[in-house]
């Protein structure tokens, strides 16, 4: 009998880490899996197929949603939900979801230049240009961007 409940409280364990790596698993899944969405939305944008990229910023900000509920300290996370939401129009709280994820890393290249796009959009731009000043010698595709985008307005 001993060995009966044994080999079930060992079973039942092994079960209880399974599930447990399979969320943090599961996190990642959501994050690359909205990532990939997200990808695809930005080149239906291009093409000028925007009601198609809107379904799938939707969709993606929902996954990004259930990955943000199990990891709250993801800045890509917060990045990519404030991209959805300003690619949705809801430009609000897109700044809220940036500026959260700025709290987590203030140097964060994606959040800069996305949050400095926004912040040119709503014509702000002397904010947009300290975002930009925070990206100023990374060398990177988002300083290029965002000083292009500046520069336009």
Excluded: W
């Amino acid at each position: 009998m001993k060995k009966i409940i044994f080999i079930i409280s060992i079973l039942l364990l092994s079960n209880n880490c399974l599930a447990a790596g399979s969320d943090s698993s599961n996190k990642t899944d959501l994050y690359k899996s909205a990532k990939k969405l997200i990808l695809k939305a930005k080149k239906l944008e291009k093409k000028n197929k925007t009601e198609k990229a809107l379904k799938l910023y939707s969709k993606a900000y929902d996954k990004l949603i259930k990955a943000y509920e199990k990891d709250k300290k993801n800045p890509d996370v917060l990045n990519y939900l404030g991209y959805t939401l300003r690619k949705s129009g809801d430009l609000k709280k897109a700044e809220t979801y940036y500026r959260e994820g700025l709290k987590l890393d203030a140097g964060h290249l994606g959040i800069n230049e996305y949050l400095g796009e926004l912040y040119v959009q709503t014509n702000r731009i002397e904010l947009a240009k300290e975002r930009l000043a925070v990206l100023n010698g990374c060398k990177c595709e988002e300083y290029e961007e965002l000083k292009t985008l500046i520069e336009k307005k």
